[in-house]
């Protein structure tokens, strides 16, 4: 038989395949929901850098990883739109083919730029520059280091080489010097890994004592920066906090402080040239569509051009830190740990009926007991929103 799906072809598959498939899914389903872990999409619709709707509810949102309130910018918009009308919806082939459009270089050489590297490549997306830059550079007979709390991403490449992995306890620079010492002789090669900022929990890898400890022993180091462009080191990212650390893969994306979508990891020219030609993630997908490019690079120079945006970013997550005595923000994110997935469900229900989104998170996505309302805050929060949204919070940390 050749040729597409039809309905003699369909009736060829054994009931009891898609059966047995459906049973499987609905046990693991009903596990879920018993133990409030089970997720599902809700349609929202963004109003603009700070309003949503949701359930034909507007709300305010402290969910969103926009920041800088640049997807709704008429800048970035205007770029995005301005790209669409000349260069088409999309990309057309992987980037080695046809899909390298003239906005990817202009793109690339302002992130080389920012981040004061050689060169840079854009990805798709951040999950995958992770999954592919990793296995790239290390393979079975190398080791990966990478502090526990790493996005899933960088899992998901360290996973993909087929290296040693050995997790270190989150930012404990102790355990990574004790696991260095134990396991580097047995590699031929080393990758730490780490976010710059971590996502959950908003705090920030103290990449100064990381590098050192990868220069001492002959280890590359790949810092993901999603969440410290543009809001930490004067919008430059989390390395430029630590002027003395050598980072030699900087990897970031469009899709928090910038406001749109897609990826970037910056280093050396020899090693950017080499991700182009041998990186699975550049070689066999499409290329970034135009559009989102052309919004990123708007997005950079609005950075370049308002740094009291970016400063407002931190300005507003320490008001709300200060005004419930929690430790002071280090970025965006600021959680409120309430431990049980039951709890942190309810307190996420609470606030959005006083006209809040600010979603629970459970694990898996953080660690078992640690589900937590996790708070983002962008540069266009209004302070008494803050102050209402500090008040609203208050109670249910004590319950």
Same mark, same amino acid.
């Given at each position: 038989?050749?040729?597409?799906?039809?309905?003699?072809?369909?009736?060829? =598959?054994?009931?009891?395949?898609?059966d047995?498939?459906?049973? #499987?899914?609905q046990?693991?389903?009903?596990?879920? %929901?018993?133990?409030s872990?089970?997720?599902?999409?809700v349609?929202?619709?963004?109003?603009?850098?700070?309003?949503? %709707?949701?359930?034909?509810?507007?709300l305010?949102?402290?969910?969103?990883n926009?920041?800088?309130?640049?997807?709704?910018?008429? !800048?970035?918009?205007?770029? @995005?739109? @301005?790209?669409v009308?000349?260069h088409?919806?999309?990309?057309?082939a992987?980037?080695?083919? *046809?899909?390298?459009?003239?906005? #990817?270089?202009?793109? &690339?050489?302002?992130?080389?730029?920012?981040?004061?590297?050689?060169a840079?490549?854009?990805?798709?997306?951040g999950?995958? @520059?992770?999954?592919? =830059?990793?296995?790239?550079?290390?393979?079975?007979?190398? $080791?990966?280091?990478?502090? &526990?709390?790493?996005?899933?991403?960088?899992?998901?490449?360290?996973q993909?080489?087929? !290296? /040693? =992995?050995?997790p270190?306890?989150?930012?404990?620079?102790?355990d990574?010097?004790?696991?260095?010492?134990?396991h580097?002789?047995?590699? &031929?090669?080393?990758?730490?890994?780490?976010?710059?900022?971590?996502?959950?929990?908003?705090?920030? !890898?103290?990449?100064?004592e990381i590098?050192?400890?990868?220069?001492?022993?002959? @280890?590359w180091? $790949?810092?993901?920066?999603?969440?410290?462009?543009?809001?930490?080191g004067?919008?430059?990212? *989390?390395?430029?906090?630590?002027?003395?650390?050598?980072?030699?893969?900087a990897?970031?994306?469009?899709?928090?402080?910038?406001?749109?979508?897609?990826?970037?990891?910056?280093?050396?020219?020899?090693?950017?040239?080499?991700?182009?030609? /041998?990186?699975?993630?550049?070689?066999?997908?499409?290329?970034?569509?135009p559009?989102n490019a052309?919004?990123?690079?708007?997005?950079?120079?609005?950075?370049?051009?308002?740094? &009291?945006?970016?400063?407002?970013? $931190?300005?507003?997550?320490?008001?709300?830190?200060?005004?419930?005595?929690?430790?002071?923000?280090?970025?965006a994110v600021?959680?409120?740990?309430l431990?049980?997935?039951?709890?942190?469900?309810?307190?996420?229900r609470?606030?959005e009926?006083?006209?809040?989104?600010?979603?629970?998170?459970?694990?898996?996505?953080?660690?078992?007991? *640690?589900?937590?309302?996790r708070a983002?805050?962008?540069?266009?929060?209004?302070g008494d929103?803050?102050?209402?949204?500090?008040?609203?919070?208050?109670?249910?940390?004590?319950?």
């Open positions: 038989m050749t040729g597409g799906f039809n309905g003699t072809a369909l009736s060829c =598959i054994p009931p009891a395949v898609s047995s498939l459906t049973a #499987f899914a046990g693991k389903l009903a596990a879920l %929901e018993a133990r872990l089970k997720r599902t999409l349609p929202t619709r963004r109003l603009d850098g700070l309003w949503v %709707e949701r359930g034909g509810r507007r305010l949102s402290f969910s969103c926009d920041y800088l309130n640049l997807s709704h910018h008429p !800048a970035v918009k205007a770029a @995005a739109m @301005a790209a009308e000349t088409g919806a999309g990309s057309g992987s980037r080695l083919v *046809t899909g390298d459009n003239p906005i #990817f270089g202009l793109l &690339e050489a302002k992130l080389a730029a920012l981040k004061g590297a050689e840079a490549c854009v990805f798709g997306s999950y995958l @520059a992770n999954s592919g =830059i990793i296995p790239t550079f290390v393979g079975p007979r190398d $080791l990966i280091l990478v502090d &526990e709390l790493a996005h899933a991403c960088i899992w998901s490449g360290a993909l080489s087929g !290296a /040693r =992995i050995e270190f306890r989150h930012n404990d620079m102790a990574l010097a004790q696991k260095l010492a134990l580097r002789g047995e590699a &031929e090669r080393a990758l730490i890994a780490t976010d710059g900022v971590f996502s959950m929990d908003g705090d920030v !890898a103290p990449l100064g590098s050192a400890l990868a220069r001492a022993h002959d @280890a180091l $790949l810092v993901d920066d999603a969440h410290g462009l543009g809001v930490v004067q919008g430059r990212g *989390t390395a430029a906090m630590f002027p003395q650390a050598k980072v030699d893969l990897m970031g994306t469009f899709s928090k402080a910038l406001g749109g979508y897609g990826a970037y990891v910056c280093a050396s020219r020899p090693v950017v040239d080499f991700i182009k030609t /041998r990186t699975r993630t550049v070689v066999y997908t499409t290329g970034l569509p559009a052309a919004a990123a690079a708007a997005a950079l120079d609005v950075i370049a051009a308002e740094p &009291e945006r970016v400063a407002a970013v $931190l300005a507003k997550a320490r008001r709300f830190t200060s005004a419930l005595d929690l430790p002071e923000a280090q970025s600021v959680p409120i740990v431990g049980d997935e039951g709890r942190t469900l309810a307190a996420a609470a606030l009926d006083q006209g809040f989104l600010v979603v629970a998170i459970r694990p898996p996505t953080v660690p078992a007991g *640690t589900a937590r309302l983002a805050f962008t540069a266009g929060h209004p929103e803050i102050d209402r949204l500090a008040a609203a919070v208050r109670p249910l940390m004590a319950s």
